[in-house]
């Protein structure tokens, strides 16, 4: 089955710096991306996802990017706000007809102000 | 809109007694999903279900059960508690109506078994 790695586990930034999260995964039939914020005490939250006919997708400070060949994408916040601070969850679909996905073991970002 | 429900927001249980955490969604998705996260092992699905009458496996199935009565509802049972399945529990639904869409999760039930 399909198998996620997420790096780094934490990750402390200074406000207005940029912040990078990447991931691999290992089953190249998959084709759904998203990445997921979870504030302290909360459910995750849909923050963007891309699919795998697209290399880019980006929504105000943030963006993916997605390569297919070396089986990676990355989330890049820009413009860091303490308001990013959280644990941010990458995942991939796994195949078959449901809409299942494997997770990253997280990643927990600090924004310092 | 409420989104999704859970419930008891929080639990502590004996070893060996029986629980079941409730899950219910406005949204009339068809699919939904349990997962148990543990810190540094992030989340990881235990079962899920398709649409009403269908359920299926995850990753960590075991000690685990799921029933699927109704669009709505999908409650998770622990038929015997052990320790090991302290955790934080959340439920998520999806639209499944064709390519992938959006999991919705609900705020968590955290389970401390003793």
């Known amino acids: 089955g399909e198998n996620v790695e997420q790096h780094p586990s934490t990750l402390s930034v200074q406000e207005g710096d940029s912040a990078v999260i990447k991931c691999t995964y290992s089953?190249?039939?998959?084709?759904?991306f998203p990445w997921y914020k979870q504030e302290l005490g909360k459910g995750p939250q849909l923050i963007i996802d891309?699919?795998?006919?697209?290399g880019e997708k980006k929504d105000q400070r943030i963006a993916v990017t997605l390569n297919k060949t070396a089986k990676h994408f990355s989330l890049h916040i820009t413009e860091t706000q303490p308001e990013d601070s959280a644990v941010y969850f990458c995942?991939?679909?796994?195949?078959?007809?449901?809409?299942?996905?494997?997770f990253g073991k997280g990643t927990k970002l600090t924004v310092n102000p | 809109i409420a989104g999704i429900t859970q419930a008891p927001t929080s639990q502590i249980l004996a070893a060996g007694r029986r629980m079941t955490l409730r899950c219910t969604q406005d949204m009339r998705h068809n699919a939904m999903y349990w997962y148990r996260q543990d810190l540094g092992l992030g989340l990881r699905l235990i079962h899920y279900s398709n649409t009403a009458g269908t359920t299926g496996k995850g990753e960590v199935p075991d000690g685990y059960s799921v029933s699927r009565a109704n669009t709505d509802d999908f409650p998770l049972t622990l038929a015997s508690a052990v320790p090991s399945q302290t955790s934080v529990y959340f439920c998520?639904?999806?639209?499944?109506?064709?390519?992938?869409?959006?999991?919705?999760f609900g705020p968590g039930t955290r389970l401390t078994v003793l």
């Open positions: 995942a991939a679909s796994e195949k078959g007809g449901s809409e299942k996905l494997v």
């Open positions: 891309i699919r795998s006919n697209v």
């Open positions: 089953d190249s039939a998959s084709n759904y």
């Open positions: 998520a639904s999806s639209a499944l109506a064709g390519g992938f869409s959006e999991q919705f």
